[in-house]
């Protein structure tokens, strides 16, 4: 299209002669060249700015008038946000909280403190983080002991240690006479070689009410001057050392106050530290020895506890034999945890000559295993009322492992990390068959072993095949396969460390007899692909 000056235009808009023109629009005398490209001419121009003059002036007036209302609604706006202010204000003295008994707010004070941990030294946290809300309620927080019962104390780096010193103290007069929950730690970021004397005589000066205590040890002067009339509120005490330690014995001698009478829970990362202490090992409920005891220590500190309620051990040490020792009898222990680094011979029976008639909980790991290992090396025996078996090993023969399943007619949670292997293959591969011995079918004569199983969870499996897997689930699933002594399981999981042969759960959605509600989780190693790629190498490849 050329332009009436003769120009041509290189962009042209479409011709407009079909477009709808609102309003004033279609009373222009221009409506035939609005919203094109034509160049008006010059007389033409005149035109426009002569019947532009009336709109332009209504538009000026137009938006006087839109100022002149805004500012009334600004006005109003400003009266209307006043008008709240003052009703709320007062509207606030009648809000329910305010009314309630200062009892209440204290007990609601109290639900707002961390779960599972003592409180930190951190302001948006209770309890100090109620102290920020208002005047009333940081009276009632401060003079409320039982929120400031429990703390837990990082230690800083060596400059500001003295200022952190100073908030446990305060911290600490607040409790009033409470008993206290006191945990201490090192920061990542301090100097576990660091003088801490100033903040642990805070800690010692309020000992007396001790009640669950978890302290990282550095050395141990001050802690080895307190006696065990000094704690006479201890129940609990978890000790962890921030430094090596030979097998020396300690240079400042046994924690006497492990003596009290009040003691039953003792968490010790190593256990060698504490078993030449004066406890009352006859009073304890829990013991656990995360990082080693030997056998003979075992044994002794076993006889020792006979109201033990759960136990968690690592034993080490190679022995041909177990140590003779004198029998075991824990009526009241309800869970236990083994962990054996060496199983070396079939003589070594840890559980000979040890009753456990209520245990119902049983966590069992083995890291080497020899094939001819005997039964009482790895399981108590007298589990028919176990309900909860956690086996972790690669070593573990499907024979014995279901020689001690036979004897769990109760266990309702089975969990396996590492398959079990064939007795007889040299290379300790895994039992493809495992699984297949735990089916209820009905050829079967012998009961099926751990009828009451509701919950399966495996790991560290490659031989059993998907196939194996998926009669499994349907034969712990299926009321015609499962019979009326068998439970329907409730959940399955697997990691196998190889890739999927089918899908377990596509097959399970489309079976015939639609298998009851159970919960499946699967996951497979995805084997790397051997096609050649140029961003092999890179990040992410």
């Known amino acids: 299209m050329m332009a009436r000056s003769g120009v041509a235009l290189l962009f042209l808009l479409p011709s407009c002669s079909h477009l709808y023109l609102p309003g004033r629009l279609m009373d222009s005398p221009f409506r035939h060249i609005l919203h094109t490209n034509t160049v008006p001419t010059d007389a033409e121009c005149d035109s426009i700015h002569a019947l532009l003059r009336g709109p332009l002036k209504e538009h000026a007036d137009l938006t006087d008038e839109i100022a002149r209302l805004q500012s009334l609604i600004d006005a109003a706006n400003r009266k209307r946000d006043e008008l709240e202010e003052f009703i709320d204000a007062h509207l606030a003295l009648m809000s329910p909280v305010r009314r309630l008994p200062d009892d209440v707010i204290r007990a609601v004070f109290l639900a707002t403190l961390p779960t599972g941990r003592n409180p930190a030294l951190n302001s948006d946290e209770a309890p100090l983080l109620l102290c920020r809300i208002c005047r009333s309620w940081r009276i009632l927080a401060r003079t409320t002991p039982r929120l400031w019962a429990s703390i837990h104390i990082v230690v800083p780096h060596p400059l500001k240690l003295p200022q952190l010193t100073e908030r446990v103290t305060a911290w600490l007069e607040k409790s009033g006479t409470v008993p206290l929950d006191i945990s201490l730690t090192y920061s990542r970021t301090s100097d576990t070689s660091s003088d801490v004397s100033s903040l642990v005589s805070q ?122 020792h004198p029998h075991i009898s824990l009526p009241h222990l309800r869970h236990l945890s083994i962990k054996q680094n060496r199983i070396l011979g079939g003589d070594i029976r840890f559980f000979d000559d040890m009753a456990l008639p209520t245990l119902r909980s049983y966590h069992c790991y083995a890291a080497i295993l020899s094939a001819d290992a005997h039964i009482r090396s790895l399981f108590p025996s007298g589990m028919r009322d176990l309900q909860c078996l956690r086996v972790h090993g690669k070593r573990f023969t499907s024979t014995l492992l279901l020689a001690a399943l036979a004897d769990m007619p109760s266990l309702e949670e089975l969990q396996i990390s590492g398959e079990p292997c064939g007795q007889l293959d040299p290379r300790r591969r895994g039992d493809s068959q495992f699984l297949t011995h735990l089916m209820p079918t009905q050829e079967r004569v012998a009961p099926v072993p751990c009828p009451r199983l509701r919950t399966v969870e495996l790991a560290q499996f490659s031989e059993v095949s998907d196939d194996t897997l998926l009669e499994f689930i349907l034969s712990r699933t299926l009321p015609a396969r499962t019979g009326p002594n068998v439970v329907r399981l409730d959940r399955f999981t697997c990691a196998m460390t190889r890739p999927m042969q089918r899908d377990i759960r596509l097959d399970l959605e489309r079976h015939p007899e639609r298998p009851f509600a159970v919960s499946i989780g699967l996951k497979y190693h995805m084997a790397r692909s051997n096609v050649y790629s140029p961003l092999e190498g890179i990040d992410g490849d």
Do not use: M
């Open 203 to 324: 800690l010692l000066a309020v000992s007396r009410r001790w009640r669950n205590i978890h302290i990282a040890l550095t050395s141990r002067p001050e802690f080895a001057s307190l006696s065990s009339d000094d704690v006479p509120l201890l129940q609990s005490i978890t000790i962890r050392e921030t430094v090596d330690r030979t097998s020396s014995p300690d240079p400042h001698g046994p924690l006497l106050f492990l003596g009290t009478k009040s003691l039953r829970t003792i968490d010790c990362e190593d256990a060698r530290y504490i078993l030449d202490c004066p406890i009352s090992w006859g009073s304890l409920t829990h013991f656990k020895a995360p990082c080693g005891i030997s056998y003979q220590d075992a044994f002794r500190t076993l006889s020792q506890c006979p109201l033990l309620e759960s136990c968690e051990l690592v034993l080490y040490g190679q022995i041909g034999a177990v140590p003779p």
